[in-house]
T-cell receptor, first 111, second 111 residues
Framework: DAGVTQSPTHLIKTRGQQVTLRCSPKSGHDTVSWYQQALGQGPQFIFQYYEEEERQRGNFPDRFSGHQFPNYSSELNVNALLLGDSALYLCASSLVGYEQYFGPGTRLTVT | KQEVTQIPAALSVPEGENLVLNCSFTDSAIYNLQWFRQDPGKGLTSLLLIQSSQREQTSGRLNASLDKSSGRSTLYIAASQPGDSATYLC??????????FGTGTRLQVFP
């Protein structure tokens, strides 16, 4: 049974561009949460998707948006990239309200 | 607003020592507390999860305690090994489904 998977592993973008990160949840999970982890910091909650709707959101600007598909996979989109968006983006899946399982992350570098 | 603090920020010890990592949180109204391990540039591996009604959890050489009323948790690592070198993060979950993380303790165990 595959755990949480994320793609791509790494990517490099230029300021002002847009990026899409992808997450496939652990089998049987219906909820996906996204976190941003800057270097040397703990992960910060971005938002959570359940039943294809954004269920809750952290303190991130509208440049950060997401989507959940009927198969429970999810995308994180970031528009108008800033240098400060450089971070490790972590996806976690769960059954709603239960323990979250984390993927390996996507390392985004904005130049 | 919940805030999570971890002390020390970094720790370097010789192999074989018993270690204590500390985590404190400002709002005692938590649902559970979780300890994670993170290797450089990688995702999060869950080590122990303590429900708010529990006092401690044990897994192998790891033991985590929770004192909810005082807003504290400790992770005890017995007989440390070089393979234990990593960053250790604690996270609390309140009445929402998001995890709030500390900034981590970076542990190095040398032979």
């Amino acid at each position: 049974d595959a755990g949480v998977t994320q793609s791509p592993t790494h990517l490099i973008k230029t300021r002002g561009q847009q990026v899409t990160l992808r997450c496939s949840p652990k089998s049987g999970h219906d909820t996906v949460s996204w976190y941003q982890q800057a270097l040397g910091q703990g992960p910060q909650f971005i938002f959570q998707y359940y039943e294809e709707e954004e269920r809750q959101r952290g303190n991130f600007p509208d440049r950060f948006s997401g989507h959940q598909f009927p198969n429970y996979s999810s995308e994180l989109n970031v528009n108008a990239l800033l240098l400060g968006d450089s971070a490790l983006y972590l996806c976690a899946s769960s059954l709603v309200g239960y323990e979250q399982y984390f993927g390996p992350g996507t390392r985004l570098t904005v130049t | 607003k919940q805030e999570v603090t971890q002390i020390p920020a970094a720790l370097s010890v010789p192999e074989g020592e018993n270690l204590v990592l500390n985590c404190s949180f400002t709002d005692s109204a938590i649902y559970n507390l979780q300890w994670f391990r993170q290797d450089p540039g990688k995702g999060l591996t869950s080590l122990l999860l303590i429900q708010s009604s529990q006092r401690e959890q044990t897994s192998g050489r790891l033991n985590a305690s929770l004192d909810k009323s005082s807003g504290r948790s400790t992770l005890y690592i017995a007989a440390s090994q070089p393979g234990d070198s990593a960053t250790y993060l604690c996270a609390v979950k309140g009445n929402t489904d998001k995890l709030i993380f500390g900034t981590g303790t970076r542990l190095q165990v040398f032979p």
